[in-house]
């Protein structure tokens, strides 16, 4: 009982510690999501040029999701048009290059994970582009779009499906600061925690347990602690076949990173494990349903090989410049709630986070949650359901929020009650 509860302790306290830096960066993402229109998105990723994956993982790091609804939407958007690489792209950056990755590894394990965050995503993505464009045939990528259309359910369809952006016209900030735009700002922020939030949890309890149970003396002999070059060389390899096994994707794998970063593995194969989130088993088998058992294993094979190769670039970068922190000064939180900053500042965004839920709650949000995990629609088809309070949730490809009604959104043609079907 003693070994359970020192572990369930190790869990409060890093959740206790990273609770403000999650609702900052899913309420930015949320903002941005409120003002993109999805379609917006297909249309700017046409092809894979280096302009165009550069605007790709942008506009995936606006958008930040939890890993299943990423591929979902990657899907999504290669079923509307989009480049493949591009679409690829995206779905990397929206769980990899996102804001609250680089507070929660600035809050964990510092400031230097974060900046080998944002070097390394890039890194990863321009290594994958060079894969796709020279072992890439057109037969495969053919054989992959056929199984895309055939729309089979993975994981978060409905929440991939949904386009909650503002739908009226005017400045970023007038559409923003309108009731319209609070709304949907709420809308995103909920399905977003809502998407994220049994990752999140299963991660923190799988490192409190690790960081409370396993001996490190485990970890260094697995990541060749002893042995400077050899763990460097070695921890890249490694990383995302931990991740893999993991189970655990998007941020709930940053609080087991902690633990192995402690445990001996090298900075590279830290940055490697994190981005590993998209290849995660689970995921392996959406990939299958999504493009065919042929394109999920070139997807393993490339996708792999660039996080291993972005591991070994920051690691023989950051080592050249001298910022790889101490392993020894590695911390995992246990000293639980204090009246520190981190008190002042979670009281502060708990503040905000119940505020955006009452507006969800409000606004017919709990109609359009429950249909966060359905199987997508054919391309094309769109319908409202009525929320309350003239809220309309959308179905398939669209969620849309239009002019302003009476405490909500007015969906396709008027109707009774401030919305109607498109």
């Known amino acids: 009982m003693h070994a359970i509860l020192h572990a369930l302790s190790i869990t409060g306290s890093m959740t206790w510690e990273i609770t403000w830096a999650l609702i900052l960066g899913f309420g930015l993402s949320a903002v941005v999501q409120a003002v993109v229109r999805r379609a917006t998105i297909v249309r700017l990723l046409g092809d894979d040029r280096p302009r165009t994956l550069t605007l790709a993982a942008g506009l995936g790091a606006a958008s930040s999701s939890c890993s299943y609804a990423a591929v979902a939407l990657a899907r999504s958007l290669f079923r509307k048009g989009a480049n493949f690489t591009a679409a690829m792209a995206f779905e990397i950056a929206s769980t990899n290059l996102v804001v609250e990755l680089g507070v929660i590894l600035a809050l964990l394990m510092g400031w230097q994970f974060t900046v080998a965050e944002f070097v390394g995503g890039p890194i990863m993505i321009v290594v994958l582009a060079v894969l796709f464009r020279i072992f890439l045939r ?13 729309g089979l359910a993975g994981s978060m369809e409905g929440h991939a499906a949904m386009d909650m952006s503002i739908q ?20 995103v922020f909920v399905m977003e925690w809502a998407a994220i939030l049994r990752d999140l949890v299963i991660g ?7 960081a409370a149970w396993v001996p490190d003396a ?3 002999s697995l990541f060749l602690d002893g042995h400077p070059l050899a763990a460097k060389l070695i921890g890249p390899l490694i990383g995302p076949l931990v991740a893999i096994a993991s189970f655990v994707c998007s941020i709930g794998n940053v609080p087991l990173a902690v633990v192995l970063w402690k445990g001996g ?5 830290v940055v490697a494990f994190i981005f590993a989130d998209l290849l995660i088993l689970p995921i392996l088998n959406i990939y299958r349903k999504y493009y065919g058992l042929r394109m999920t294993g070139f997807l393993l094979v490339t996708f792999y090989t660039a996080m291993v190769v972005a591991g070994y670039v920051v690691e023989f970068l950051f080592g050249g410049l001298g910022l790889i922190p101490d392993q020894a000064d590695a911390t995992i939180p246990m000293e639980g709630v204090s009246w520190n900053y981190t008190t002042w500042l979670n009281i502060v965004f708990l503040l905000l986070a ?52 009476p405490e909500g959104h007015g969906h396709g043609t008027p109707g009774a009650e401030g919305h109607g079907h498109h």
């Not at 057109?138 to 055939?150: D, K």
């Not at 923190?204 to 690790?210: D, K, P, V």
């Open 138 to 150: 057109e037969r495969l990528l053919r054989e992959a779009r056929e199984q895309a259309e055939r």
């Open 168 to 187: 009226t016209e005017g400045s970023f900030a007038r559409r923003l600061l309108s009731r319209d735009g609070y709304t949907s700002v709420a809308h």
């Open 204 to 210: 923190l309890l799988i490192a409190g347990a690790i």
């Open 218 to 220: 485990f970890w260094q």
């Open 265 to 269: 593995i090298s900075f590279g194969g």
């Open 354 to 405: 119940a505020a955006l839920v009452w507006r969800f709650l409000r606004t017919g949000g709990p109609a359009m949650l429950r249909m966060m995990g359905g199987a997508p629609e054919p391309e094309g088809h769109r319908h409202g359901t009525a929320g309350a309070e003239g809220h309309g949730t959308a179905g398939a490809e669209g969620h849309h929020h239009g002019a302003p009604a």
